[in-house]
């Protein structure tokens, strides 16, 4: 069914069309003593969306960095387009639970960073950034500062700024964890918008269960001491998702079957203490 | 008209009747009072050639017009501004290496925040033999006053530039110099500013002092001539151009923070 929506534009040769967006093999992560995650192998396709979702401290945000190549995995190997992954890779984006925007740049500036550091020119700047500040719904506070707009105004720019640089793989760390339940909501179905008209490899970690049914093609469940993938969940249900798609019998069953999956491991977690 | 609305324009009103407790009427009737009863004391108890506001104010004119006054002022102010700028430059250097290199901070750490604890006016005679009574030795000071607290303010801001802003800078592949001057220096300016600050009231007086020691001509040598002339007054129209020029810089620095920085401190 993904095939059908591949298109010709893609810009990927006869060879790559066989291989992942990304390989994932064997990855393991070790903090001096704490082992975090170990033996991760996730393949993930052109314009998948994968969720990755477990309880805290699994590793997950991690496992996102080291897909963006901020982090060295200690283990394993992580392959980008055929390509193994040395550091933060041109076509790959990330949008930040902190957000990261800089507080001294307006919104345009903070859209154009990456643009800026990529070396395009002022005039195809201006117009990339025009473009992504109207597409996340922002257009008329360009020149607004982080700290006067709100924070759901500015994780739409910071999905902006990743926009901008046209990424073929969008990494979402926990984007909407930091802003308030309805904020939330509205962010998810745009972002939902904003992917059906440009769609990309996306790989979305979360601890909404939700979110991540709502999101994913896959749900990719992390889980133990040291977590390592405990299940990959299919999520059949039809694009485009839309507030309907909450309402769906089918999508309940998944929400449930992710939550009794994550329950034990989500209530032990509770009641940890440190030692 | 409400009644509600009447009433608050009665109370604006008397508000502006009663402005006589504003902050700004305040200020100026304390400041007379204060000049009437400095100009008192000395009239009833002092020799004439103690300074007092009336005779200050009638050698103002003529001493700010002096040629030679004014050719004092810039030696002294220009000394300033030189050997802050000597230090901006060197400080900020010097302490972003320390806050962003580690074993630049272990090594030097130590002895930057000895030397800044070191009273310059301690190690002034010292200077002065080194670079010799004249106006090197005045700049060497400026320099010592200013260089330290600017350096460990550096530090400080470089050090403590968020993670979150260098990891979004590593993730879009900014390069080193691009992360210096698009992050680190941004982040830091607060506390650039903030030493800045500091150092330029310890140069200012670090600037007078070399003066009164070495005697070359500058504003502190100016105030030490006539006050020991018995020219009281011209002696304070120097001390008066001085505060202006720390009050001055506070004015600048406290505007450049407002208008450059307004995501300080909101963020």
């Known amino acids: 069914m993904r095939a059908a929506t591949e298109t010709k534009s893609e810009r990927i040769s006869a060879s790559a069309e066989a291989q992942p967006r990304i390989r994932i093999s064997r990855a393991g992560m070790r903090y001096d003593a704490a082992q975090v995650f170990r033996d991760i192998d996730l393949d993930i396709g052109n314009r998948e969306v994968v969720a990755i979702i477990g309880p805290s401290g699994c590793g997950k945000t991690t496992l996102l960095r080291c897909i963006d190549g901020l982090l060295p995995l200690t283990s394993g190997e992580l392959r980008l387009e055929g390509e193994p992954v040395r550091g933060p890779r041109e076509g790959v984006a990330m949008v930040f639970q902190h957000f990261g925007l800089f507080p001294w740049k307006t919104v345009a500036q903070n859209v154009a960073y990456g643009l800026k550091l990529a070396g395009r020119g002022a005039d195809a700047i201006a117009a990339k950034v025009a473009e992504c500040i109207e597409l996340v719904g922002l257009a008329g506070f360009e020149h607004y500062y982080p700290w006067q707009i709100s924070g759901g105004m500015q994780q739409r720019c910071g999905l902006a700024r990743a926009l901008a640089v046209e990424p073929r793989v969008l990494l979402m760390d926990e984007p909407f964890g930091a802003v308030d339940a309805q904020t939330r909501e509205i962010l998810q179905f745009e972002l939902l918008k904003i992917w059906e008209m440009r769609p990309t490899t996306m790989v979305f970690v979360t601890h909404s269960i939700e979110e991540a049914v709502l999101m994913g093609d896959r749900i990719v469940v992390l889980k133990g001491r040291p977590s390592t993938v405990h299940e990959v969940v299919e999520v059949d249900l039809p694009r485009p998702r839309e507030r309907r798609t909450l309402t769906l019998p089918r999508f309940a069953q998944l929400r449930e079957h992710v939550w009794s999956t994550l329950m034990a491991e989500a209530l032990r977690a509770e009641y940890e203490v440190r030692k | ?267």
């Open chain 2, 1 to 267: 008209m409400s009644e509600a609305g009447a009433g608050a324009l009665q109370a604006t009103s008397r508000r502006r009747r009663l402005a006589i407790d504003s902050p700004v009427v305040l200020k100026a009737i304390a400041g007379v009072l204060l000049l009437a009863l400095w100009e008192g004391v000395v009239r009833a108890w002092a020799p004439a050639y103690v300074a007092r506001p009336t005779g200050i104010a009638r050698v103002f004119a003529a001493v700010i017009t002096d040629p030679q006054f004014v050719a004092a002022a810039g030696a002294t102010l220009g000394a300033v501004a030189l050997g802050l700028t000597i230090s901006l430059v060197a400080g900020t250097a010097v302490g972003f290496a320390m806050g962003r290199i580690a074993p630049v901070e272990w090594s030097l750490r130590y002895y930057v925040n000895s030397l800044f604890a070191t009273p310059m006016v301690a190690i002034l005679p010292l200077l002065a033999l080194w670079f010799g009574y004249n106006g090197d030795t005045r700049l060497a000071v400026v320099v010592f006053a200013s260089f330290f607290s600017i350096a460990i303010n550096a530090a400080d801001g470089a050090r403590s530039v968020p993670a979150e802003f260098l990891e979004v800078a590593r993730a879009f592949r900014a390069r080193p110099l691009g992360m210096l001057f698009e992050v680190i220096v941004p982040a830091s300016l607060p506390y650039l500013i903030a030493g800045l600050r500091l150092g330029a009231g310890r140069a200012l007086v670090g600037a007078v002092v070399a003066e009164y020691f070495v005697s070359i001509p500058g504003l502190g040598y100016y105030i030490l001539y006539n006050s020991r002339t018995f020219r009281h007054d011209e002696a304070f129209v120097g001390v008066l151009v001085l505060v202006t020029t720390g009050v001055g810089f506070e004015a600048i620095t406290r505007w450049l923070t407002r208008r450059f920085l307004p995501w300080h401190r909101r963020t």
